[in-house]
């Protein structure tokens, strides 16, 4: 028989569980609001106290603890009620303290521990989801769910123990009017169910149009110079528009379902409290009833029944909250597809030595990526990947670094298989100049520190000037403290990439992997670039990735790729020889011969 799968917890269950470390603050908090809400509740017995004294006088409630004169009774209770409010305000203010900063705790503790989850999935989790879907999960609904705890939680509780005091309290007042006061919960509460049911489907799907939305605007304004090149501004000002729409169509949906609670729950309300005050005033009329008693009961269905019409507001936020949280809790509890090795490698003790043994790569929506790849990389060689766009040479890189797994094959470093070794030793090992730049909004000194969060200002300075990028940054106005603007943006292409190249180089690893490293410089740059790597080369295992061929002329060992396949390897002069495909583009490159369309 097939096993059924497992019923998924409640989002308010997986909180819960999540928030444990915080358990004594929640029911610290917890008590609070009970403490806040039953003084609360104190007021209409007060008032039934003072109007028992004024109507039984000798005889009230006070005089049968042996307090005859009526003035020193209306200090008691004068006494009595500055007492009480002043601990309502005691716990009120407790109470708030204590939701506001577990709301401010668990919203802390949440987009820390998704964030870091995230960064340690696999690649291809991030080509399969959009940025802006992240974003909206990891700051959108994280807030989401503060505003439940800061205010939602707090008032389910109150409401909660409002129901439970005040029914007791008719219970000894008189058994009719405690009848009355119970009828219209379990009605009140069908419908509370049954609408939380209606809009928790509205509500996740609202969560979804924001994700989809928050995936466009990150899309469009990561895209802001296409989109002025090509004039496109009022079509994606439409494609926005659109988004929106649906958005605002999604929210009307859960809006309409939320907004017609309260009236509901007030009609119920009204009929609850008429029949209070026909049967109570005819229990009083028939001296069953106190008229001290009856005015607390009149004061107490109001506190009782009042407060529902705002069940509404609460189940609305309540609502938005649970289906936040299910998307955090979604993301948080995906499972990683890549698991890490558990064998130090301690950066010291890497050679660089690297072997490939018949791999094989698919990308899920791409088949034969790379098949049956073979090569053996000694210590300190430099070699060349050529080829195509397409041809599977970053695909390599990735493998190298352990951002995928082969599909079939193997990879080694050292003699370890990659999947053996901790991923953080093998990315410590590695120097990665990629084709495109990332550099973090910040200044000139923190890009090139990135490499090496330690680094003294003169190992930033020479790292610096090995990459030939010294120069132009004392041009700058405030030198190594310049702020480089988002991703870089006031820097050229050609000034990125020698930052990029100085932060690796401070990174001084046994690898350096050039994934088309002068791919965004011009003649001259590319010339002092070439010039930096000669230096940096030696005594290190050195992968360049690379369609100028110019580049790699002096590397030991090139190897050119077709559709996934090493079609040609050797160096640069053996390969011109051999009047292959490389000697093709060599050609091509160097308008000796153009291609053959």
């Known amino acids: 028989m097939e096993k059924m799968p497992a019923k998924e917890k409640h989002p308010l269950a997986k909180l819960y569980h999540y928030a444990h470390p915080f358990r004594v603050d929640i029911y610290l908090a917890v008590l609070f609001s009970i403490l806040n809400k039953l003084f609360d509740l104190a007021p209409p017995l007060l008032i039934g106290v003072a109007v028992d004294i004024v109507v039984r006088r000798e005889n009230s409630i006070i005089g049968k603890f042996g307090v005859d004169n009526l003035i020193d009774q209306l200090v008691i209770l004068g006494v009595l009620t500055f007492i009480i409010w002043g601990l309502e305000s005691i716990f009120e203010f407790a109470y708030k303290v204590k939701w506001r900063n577990l709301a401010q705790a668990i919203q802390n503790g949440l987009r820390l521990d998704t964030y870091r989850h995230v960064q340690e999935l696999e690649m291809a989790f991030f080509e399969d989801t959009n940025t802006g879907t992240l974003m909206s999960i990891i700051n959108d609904d994280v807030n989401q769910l503060e505003r439940f705890l800061d205010v939602g939680a707090n008032d389910l509780i109150q409401v909660t123990t409002t129901a439970i005091a005040i029914s007791l309290m008719f219970y000894g007042i008189n058994m009719p009017l405690a009848l009355i006061a119970s009828i219209p919960m379990p009605i009140i509460l069908y419908f509370s169910i ?100 009856y005015s607390v009961a009149i004061f107490l269905i109001q506190r009782l029944l009042w407060p529902l019409t705002r069940l509404g507001e609460t189940f609305d936020l309540y609502q938005r909250s649970m289906a936040s949280t299910n998307r955090i809790f979604r993301l948080l509890n995906r499972e990683k597809q890549m698991n890490d090795g558990t064998k130090p490698l301690p950066t010291e003790e890497v050679r660089g030595e690297i072997k490939f043994q018949e791999v094989y ?140 190249i100085a932060r690796a180089v401070l990174r001084n690893p046994p690898i350096l992997i050039l994934d088309e490293a002068t791919s965004s410089v011009d003649n001259e740059t590319e010339a002092a670039i070439q010039r930096s790597l000669e230096k940096i080369i030696v005594g290190r295992t050195t992968i360049m990735i690379a369609h100028r061929l110019s580049t790699v002329r002096n590397a030991d060992m090139i190897y050119v790729m077709e559709q996934g396949e090493i079609v040609e390897k050797g160096t640069h002069e053996s390969l011109l020889e051999a009047d292959g495909v490389y000697a093709t583009l060599w050609r091509v490159q160097t308008g000796e011969k153009l291609l053959k369309h």
């Open 194 to 293: 049954k609408y939380q049911k209606l809009l928790e489907q509205r509500y996740a799907d609202v969560r979804e149009k924001v994700g989809i939305i928050n995936a466009e605007l990150s899309n469009n304004l990561s895209g802001i110079m296409t989109i002025k090149a090509y004039g496109t501004e009022e079509y994606e000002a439409q494609r926005i528009a659109a988004a929106s729409k649906d958005y605002e169509m999604s929210n009307r949906r859960a809006i309409i379902l939320s907004s017609s609670f309260s009236p509901l729950i007030r009609i119920i309300i009204v009929a609850g409290f008429i029949g209070m005050l026909i049967v109570g005033g005819m229990e009083t009329l028939n001296g069953n009833i106190e008229v001290a008693a």
């Open 361 to 500: 790569f698919d990308y899920p929506s791409r088949p034969n990526i790379l098949k049956g790849i073979d090569f053996h990389i000694n210590p300190g060689e430099t070699i060349a990947f050529v080829g195509t766009t397409g041809a599977g040479k970053s695909t390599i890189v990735k493998l190298m670094l352990r951002l995928y797994d082969p599909t079939k094959g193997k990879i080694n470093l050292d003699g370890y298989d990659l999947k053996d070794l901790l991923m953080k030793d093998i990315r410590a090992a590695i120097g990665f100049v990629s084709q495109s730049t990332f550099l973090i909004d910040g200044t000139v000194r923190e890009n090139i520190s990135y490499g090496k969060l330690d680094a003294t200002d003169d190992e930033i300075v020479e790292a610096a000037k090995i990459a030939e990028i010294h120069d132009f940054i004392m041009t700058l106005p405030q030198k190594y403290d310049t702020q480089v603007g988002e991703r870089g943006h006031k820097l050229s292409g050609g000034q990125q990439q020698r930052i990029a």
